[in-house]
């Protein structure tokens, strides 16, 4: 059975909330609609900033009134895009929530958001909490996106390589035989953006053009490489603050020249995981490809093609949504998330919770 569904990814970056719409069983997704990304307002994204912060100090959460704006920004994401397809039933919504703290190693990982809320407030049915029953069951619980990937290029020759570079990266290679490896691979965009923040007041560095204009420092990006996260093989899943401390190695460095050697950092870490096959290519989704310095690194140092996803027909600024969508219709019909090979949880494992807040939609009784 075919179903629609909406998902919803608010990422680690903290910028905002994108939403995708596609028709799928589950394992084959037979159209894709275009997404839209709703940024949250500044004070959205500073509340939910210094919540992050405090979480990861061991404070609380559940009565935050960020969760709230949080949520009913995720709302608007629904009705607007539904908007724009007037004639396509939804049947289901995937919301990820946003990731609070994520430490898998004790069991914990935290995607807040009120999906019954969210149920209410759009009339339809709610799948979220997706991570936890992975890592309650001793898995990373992260990345998830890998079954989707693998879905999109089914009939596609491996090895391949798929890579995030959203706040923390991910990769996901698809082996010659059809087999399924990922991890997150270290910091993404998230400590650039905060260096670029800190030091010029902006959000993000525009096409890398800050980190392009300054020198790396080597010394620093090999001591930031010596964290033992990155001589651990896959599997492996990190926190959005797991590296900011990396901001205090950089902090002696002109604002040019610390962005180049985060830059670095992060085409580094992605060059030295370790993965079973080297991928003939790679594609590349999530803001960081617009990031020419991120891009330019990455050819040089993988040295084979390295494109945006979008040379295959994706769309990289939707693709984790359109997971997310994915992924519930495929909780709705008991198949697994994550894999040994992807979270390295010990056998397939399901996930998923459902919420509604009014009737079941008659398609899923079909
Ligand atoms: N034009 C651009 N030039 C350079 N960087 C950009 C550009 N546009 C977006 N980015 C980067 O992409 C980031 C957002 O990426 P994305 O939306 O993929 O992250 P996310 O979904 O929050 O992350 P995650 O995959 O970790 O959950 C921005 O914070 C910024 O660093
Ligand atoms: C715990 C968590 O939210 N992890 C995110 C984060 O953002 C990128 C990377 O770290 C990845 O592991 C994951 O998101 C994507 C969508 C995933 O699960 O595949």
């Known amino acids: 059975m075919r179903l629609v569904a909406l998902g919803l990814m608010s990422g680690t970056s903290l910028d905002g909330v994108d939403a995708a719409l596609i028709e799928t069983d589950g394992e084959e997704i037979s159209r894709r609609f275009e997404g839209l990304t709703l940024p949250y307002a ?6 939910l900033r210094a919540l992050l912060e405090r979480v990861s100090m061991g404070g609380g959460w559940a009565d935050d009134p960020a969760l709230e704006a949080l949520t009913l920004r995720h709302v608007e ?14 049947d289901v919504v995937g919301f990820h929530g946003q990731t609070l703290l994520h430490a898998p190693d004790r069991r914990i990982t935290v995607q807040a958001g009120d999906a019954l809320l969210l149920s209410r407030a759009t ?27 693998a879905a999109l290029l089914r009939g596609h020759p491996g090895p391949v390589g798929v890579l995030n570079l959203g706040g923390v990266a991910n990769v996901t290679l698809i082996g010659s035989s059809g087999a399924v490896h990922a991890c997150d691979t270290g910091p993404g965009n998230a400590l ?15 096409n890398g053009a800050l980190a392009a204009a300054g020198i790396v420092r080597d010394d620093l990006v090999e001591r930031l490489l010596s964290d033992p996260f990155f001589a651990l093989p896959p599997p492996k899943s990190l926190d959005r603050l797991t590296f900011a401390r990396a901001l205090d190695a950089v902090a ?12 670095a950092f992060t085409v580094e870490a992605v060059a030295r995981t370790i993965l079973p096959e080297r991928p003939r290519c790679w594609f590349v989704c999530g803001g960081g490809r617009r990031n020419a310095t991120l891009m330019d690194g990455l050819r040089a140092r993988l040295g084979v093609a390295v494109e945006p996803v979008e040379a295959i027909g ?8 359109e997971c997310f969508g994915f992924l519930a219709v495929r909780s709705l019909r008991g198949l697994p998330l994550s894999l040994p090979g ?9 996930g998923g919770r459902l919420s509604c807040a009014g009737p079941v939609p008659p398609r899923w009784m079909q």
């Open 123 to 149: 009339g339809l049915p709610v799948v979220h909490d997706f991570r936890a029953d992975d890592v309650a069951a001793g898995g990373q619980g992260a990345p998830l996106a890998p079954l989707y990937h």
């Open 314 to 321: 994706w769309d990289g600024d939707s693709l984790e949504a």
């Open 342 to 350: 992807t979270t390295g949880v010990s056998s397939p494992s399901t």
């Open 77 to 90: 994401a629904v009705q607007t895009l539904c908007g724009r397809y007037p004639e396509l039933v939804v």
């Open 252 to 263: 002696g460095l002109s604002a040019a020249d610390g962005a180049a050697t985060l830059a």
């Open 192 to 206: 650039l953006d905060d260096w670029v923040m800190r030091r010029t007041g902006r959000p993000y560095d525009e």
């Open 42 to 47: 500044p004070e959205l994204r500073a509340a």
